[in-house]
């Protein structure tokens, strides 16, 4: 726990006077109930995974009061959502909705325009409204994380019916969809399993996506298109409405499941491993999203920090990386790849047996037998999440540093050697250059894949932490010259990133502000959201 001792109590939104703010605010707690209105006037606690923040980013990466809400409004159901964004049409005070807010690494539950009022509707909003046990579907509430679905699942005795979780399972199943999140069994695109959205619109209307506009439907989580133009798109990495309710297809249980660990020796050996991976992948031999690591990562899963392997400044050293996972299960290597096969056991083999061929034709791939593997190692965690169940082991590595924090830079590619090399190769470059530590992960989800780079901090550490964002502004432009851009970004980068989508003079950009300015005329909702500015604060310095 971090208490951060403050100044300015509260912060009050741009544009309005102090006393017109705390009319306003006892307006609305007049409407929603004193308990549901709460002023952020108090130190700014950085709490932690399970317990974070609702009124900032735990993991702040500028100073302290930079990104901070000026109150938190606790909304029961989808009139007082209503209710609320006609209050901050009427005040023009900036509103930032919010799940769960453990959007960590992406700027956690802050706002992007300091003072905004945060929604938190996942205190509140927190059902688990259907679970259909013949579509294999469910419908949610933006407070419903991975455990509790799982849990509900399991208490329903639907051993039939599995959920896809991401690394960690304390994340909101519809926020982390919205910000087009991942998990590891072959539902793992939480977006494209989406099906159907309740929005509340940034003037307040109400509107189902989908079959759920067809009254008296029995559609709306099986079918997502509906009619028309399919909408849903806009609201995902938006600003353009509140999402409070969302469906969702869920995997049946495959009747068993085998995870598998090969380890790669050389750094040059990612452009072969990735070329095998392709067409494995894509073919559906490789069922869930593959996983190849940097080595690194796995001493800081081992939840000990940096300091107990090496006190030496600049980025970690190749030599001590090696010389401790020499009498490690997993040996010295440069990548390790976290796979996972599904059915009954006639059917995995076959799997297993192709994979084991063409991973073997690295020269100095290695197979690690998870026989050997005691009950405590990371791979059962990766096993775990790869079946659906939700954990928290993920979170050791955070811990690399005292009061550990992390940025992520997250470019797309095809799945292609070459362009995972290039990847890398930059990459590498500007770990070494910042001296700091870069956690790397090669997702591949289909046809693509994500780079993850984490690079962690200590939050206590100024000049580390600004060290980390000029990294990654460094990062972000090199890759965009390289032809990458990035799936998803901290909010402090969202200009940017959005900048380096440009082709034909910015027309993504000048479309979506269109659609800002025609949806949000008042420019209430989520101001700056994935770089995308309302006109009241347009070119008035806001971008950064
Ligand atoms: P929220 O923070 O509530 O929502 C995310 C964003 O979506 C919000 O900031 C907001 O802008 C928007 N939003 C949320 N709800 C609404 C709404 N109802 N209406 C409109 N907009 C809304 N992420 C992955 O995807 N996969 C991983 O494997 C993964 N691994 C991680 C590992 C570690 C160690 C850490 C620390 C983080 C990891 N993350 C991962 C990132 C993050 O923790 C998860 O994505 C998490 O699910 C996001 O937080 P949340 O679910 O609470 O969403």
């Known amino acids: ?203 307040g209307e109400v509107v189902r996506t989908g079959m759920g506009a067809l009254p008296g439907n029995n559609t709306w989580q099986v079918f997502p298109y509906g009619f028309g133009p399919f909408i849903d798109g806009i609201f995902s990495q938006s600003n353009y409405g509140i999402v409070t309710k969302m469906g969702f297809g869920l995997m049946p249980n495959p009747g068993g499941h085998e995870s598998f660990l090969y380890t790669f020796e050389k750094e040059e050996d990612l452009e072969q491993l990735v070329e095998i991976v392709r067409p494995l992948r894509i073919s559906m031999i490789l069922e869930n999203a593959a996983n190849i690591r940097h080595a690194l990562q796995v001493l800081a899963l081992s939840g000990k920090p940096r300091s107990e392997f090496y006190e030496g400044e600049g980025a970690f050293p190749r030599e001590k990386m090696n010389q401790y996972l020499k009498d490690h299960p997993y040996g010295a290597c440069t990548w390790l790849y976290f796979g996972t096969c599904y059915g009954p056991k006639e059917t995995r083999q076959l799997k297993l047996d192709i994979i084991h061929r063409e991973f073997m034709k690295v020269p100095g791939a290695r197979r690690i037998d998870p026989e050997v593997l005691p009950p405590s190692d990371y791979f059962w965690s990766r096993d775990k999440i790869a079946s659906g169940e939700p954990d928290l082991e993920e979170l050791a590595w955070v811990n690399w540093w005292p009061n550990g924090g992390h940025v992520a830079f997250s470019p797309v590619a095809p799945t292609r050697g070459a362009d995972a090399l290039r990847l890398w190769q930059m990459a590498k470059k500007h770990w070494i250059a910042s001296g700091l530590d870069f956690f790397l992960d090669f997702v591949v989800g289909l046809r693509e894949l994500h780079l993850i780079v984490e690079c962690v901090y200590d939050r206590d550490d100024p000049k580390q932490r600004s060290k980390a964002l000029e990294v990654m502004r460094f990062l972000i432009d090199e890759a965009a010259e390289k032809g990458y851009g990035e799936y998803r970004t901290h909010l402090l980068l969202s200009d940017q990133v959005a900048g380096t989508y440009s082709w034909n003079d910015n027309a993504l950009m000048k479309f979506n502000e269109k659609l800002k300015d025609c949806l949000d005329p008042n420019g209430i909702l989520a101001p700056g959201r994935s770089g995308i500015w309302p006109a009241r604060y347009r070119g008035r310095g806001w971008e950064l």
């Not at 799982?150 to 399972?169: A, F, N, S, T």
Request: charged share 20%; hydrophobic share 35%; glycine share 10%.
């Open 1 to 203: 726990k971090r208490l951060r001792p403050r100044q300015c109590l509260p912060v009050i939104p741009q544009g309005i006077e102090r006393s017109r703010f705390f009319f306003a605010i006892d307006e609305l707690s007049n409407q929603l109930g004193n308990e549901n209105v709460e002023v952020n006037d108090k130190p700014l606690d950085d709490g932690w995974y399970m317990e974070p923040p609702n009124t900032h980013d735990g993991m702040a990466i500028t100073d302290g009061e930079d990104l901070v809400a000026s109150a938190v409004v606790y909304p029961g159901c989808t009139d007082d959502v209503q209710k609320i964004v006609h209050w901050a049409n009427k005040y023009l005070i900036p509103l930032h909705p919010i799940s769960m807010g453990r959007n960590f690494g992406y700027g956690g539950a802050a706002p992007r325009v300091r003072g905004a009022v945060v929604i938190d509707l996942g205190k509140r909003m927190n059902k688990i409204l259907d679970i259909n046990p013949d579509d294999s579907t469910c419908l949610v509430e933006p407070g419903v994380s991975y455990y509790a679905l799982y849990e509900e699942v399991q208490r329903r005795g639907y051993k039939h019916l599995w959920i896809d979780v991401p690394d960690l399972g304390g994340g909101s199943v519809l926020g982390n969809a919205l910000d087009h999140g991942v998990g590891y069994t072959p539902y793992g695109d939480h977006w494209a399993m989406h099906s159907g959205l309740e929005v509340v619109t940034p003037t």
